[in-house]
């Protein structure tokens, strides 16, 4: 990956240029003096290089110093302070989605908390925060549609985490698909990742029986002793179905599915009747190649137990945003909720960070500090 300086983008830089070789030169007058040359502030930017065909790697990027972009009429001009990572940039490569695809070449897009600059928008100063698809970028000139001004907040990356896509995708997840009640059993899987550990918290404030599922046993006991999940499976450490059903020894009322594949399936099996199946992501098939087979128990169990399978996005709950924030907001203060966070400073690291993130190294929400 190219990783050329550049100077920082909010700088103008400036150099003095001396003639080598020769003497200084000089005013009239006698008075010593220096040619400044400035030069116009430049906007790093890493693009996706190669669409991978295998696991992803960071040969895959390149970090390139692209120009400054100017708003137009109705658009802004963004500086990008945190770039969140989340498994789904991986789902992005490989062909449309709820987004269209990024393909070979373009700048690798990416959801991120900015702060305007300059604005030809009515409804945004500059100084406000907003949320966006600026894509991997110091600053990004978009339309004022394209943007949300989020309230400001301390500390700044709980906009990303708790009370952004992560925190909100819990949310609507867990009570609006899965509707658990006290006293039920929740599943969840990539349970220490950014949307799982908000899933078994909440769980948990609505007196459910939590089971997290994890990579590694670091993770379990941290899920245990942090989170205070009732149990946590490794499922890297043997056969799941077994481990799974003494420890949902009374069935499982709602699984919230991050992984998809093998996992799916034993948790599938485990389902009480009317349960509950929260599709929200399958990190699983991302990066690499499938599971040989799809999960087995579909269509059959789904019928035989009355199972309800539903996939969600969590604008499709919009219009509920402001009583979730209110909620999620109250449950931080009072100590309900705790909010892990892994921040990783400098945007030439986004590459190994999100390559990572698909290797399960994080705990909690990623991101990358811009600004």
Request: charged letters at 20%.
């Amino acid at each position: 990956m190219d990783q050329r300086a550049s100077p920082r983008n909010d700088q103008v830089a400036s150099r003095d240029i001396k003639c080598s070789g020769s003497a200084p030169l000089w005013a009239p007058g006698g008075a010593q003096t220096s040619i400044v040359v400035t030069t116009m502030p430049t906007n790093r930017q890493i693009h996706l290089a190669e669409t991978p065909s295998g696991r992803l790697a960071r040969e895959h990027f390149r970090l390139t110093d692209g120009a400054m972009p100017a708003p137009a009429d109705g658009e802004v001009l963004l500086r990008v302070l945190y770039i969140s990572l989340d498994a789904a940039n991986r789902a992005w490569m490989q062909g449309a989605t709820y987004r269209s695809a990024v393909e070979a070449g373009q700048i690798m897009a990416g959801g991120a908390l900015a702060e305007v600059v300059e604005s030809k928008a009515a409804g945004l100063a500059p100084g406000d925060l907003v949320v966006a698809d600026t894509g991997w970028q110091e600053y990004a000139a978009l339309p004022a549609r394209r943007v949300q001004k989020v309230e400001r907040r301390e500390p700044l990356t709980h906009l990303l985490s708790v009370y952004g896509v992560a925190g909100l995708t819990a949310y609507f997840g867990l009570l609006e698909c899965g509707a658990p009640l006290p006293g039920q059993t929740v599943v969840v899987s990539a349970a220490a990742g950014a949307v799982g550990v908000f899933v078994g918290q909440i769980a948990k404030i609505k007196g459910c029986r939590v089971i997290g599922i994890a990579g590694g046993q670091k993770k379990c006991d941290w899920l245990t002793r942090e989170l205070k999940f009732d149990a946590a499976i490794d499922y890297k450490a043997g056969p799941l179905a077994p481990r799974l059903k003494e420890q949902a020894d009374k069935g499982i009322d709602v699984y919230f599915d991050n992984v998809g594949g093998d996992i799916l399936e034993a948790c599938l099996f485990r389902m009480n009747n009317h349960g509950r199946i929260v599709c929200c992501g399958a990190v699983s098939q991302y990066d690499g190649a499938p599971s040989p087979h799809g999960p087995r128990g579909i269509p059959g169990l789904i019928v035989t137990r009355r199972l309800t399978m539903r996939g969600f996005i969590f604008t499709d709950f919009g219009d509920r945003r402001p009583a979730a924030l209110t909620d999620l907001e109250s449950w931080v203060r009072e100590g309900k909720l705790t909010v892990p966070e892994d921040v990783i400073a400098g945007i030439e690291n986004t590459p190994g960070a999100l390559v990572g993130l698909l290797a399960g190294e994080n705990i909690g929400k990623r991101m990358v500090k811009v600004a």
